[in-house]
């Protein structure tokens, strides 16, 4: 999941949509990545955490994806370069995937 930040929170549509799951019987225990697309969001990412713990989902660390801080060039050629970013990139998805075919 990834969410633009407003106001130093997640987007209002995306939390909406979020509560509209809080009482569903099929989401709690569901493998989620979160992903933090933006160099300058800085609270998004934590409220988007906390809010799915809060509705029991089951975050996967190892698929979650937060791009570094301002003042780095991330171009496709600086994403490229920076070794430890493009293999989470490139190691991520299949993360997420292993978990979702282990447990469900």
Known sequence: MCSPEYA?????VM???LDWL?????????PVAVINASQRATCADA??????????????????ITLPLLGRNLDADGIVSDDALSAQLRTAPDCLACTIAENG
């Open 47 to 64: 409220h988007l955490k906390l809010t799915l713990a809060t509705m029991s989902a089951r975050l996967v660390e190892a698929a979650s």
């Open 15 to 17: 939390k909406n949509a």
């Open 8 to 12: 130093r929170g997640v987007a209002g």
């Open 22 to 30: 809080v009482s569903s019987l099929e989401f709690p225990g569901k």
